[in-house]
């Protein structure tokens, strides 16, 4: 990677486009979208807000789930609502789990107990 590959990095974290492959996919089918994303410089990451933007959401409930090593800003969540939002859905929450830093993450097992913990907990 070297300091280019983390300057580089560190700028695309900082966009909300992305390319994503496939661009569309038909949601028809779904009432509600789990949408996970790990956040990436206190954001979560440039693919996820490209697919919000790719997809029709009306009348769909979304959640975002994210994971991150030290924090979001709420700023970017409330951006994030705003675009589901524009796209016609309906923004139920954002739902987190601070892993720890990057040589010292909670373990797989102890993070799936915590994403379970927080869906018995949400009100849909």
């Known amino acids: 990677m ?4 983390l300057f580089n ?49 009306t009348n769909k409930k979304v959640v975002l789930f994210s994971t991150f090593n030290s924090s979001f800003k709420q700023k970017y969540i409330d951006e994030f609502q705003a675009v589901v939002e524009a796209q016609g859905g309906n923004f139920i929450s954002h739902l987190y789990i601070r892993r720890g830093r990057m040589l010292v993450q909670m373990s797989d097992e102890d993070l799936l107990s915590r ?9 849909l």
């Open 115 to 123: 994403a379970r913990e927080k869906l018995e907990q949400l009100e």
């Open 2 to 5: 070297g300091a280019q590959g």
């Open 9 to 57: 990095a560190v700028v695309d974290s900082q966009e909300k486009q992305a390319v994503i492959s496939p661009e569309e996919v038909d949601l028809s089918a779904y009432d509600t979208l789990f949408i996970g994303a790990p956040i990436w410089g206190y954001s979560p990451a440039p693919p996820v807000w490209q697919f919000v933007e790719n997809n029709e959401l």
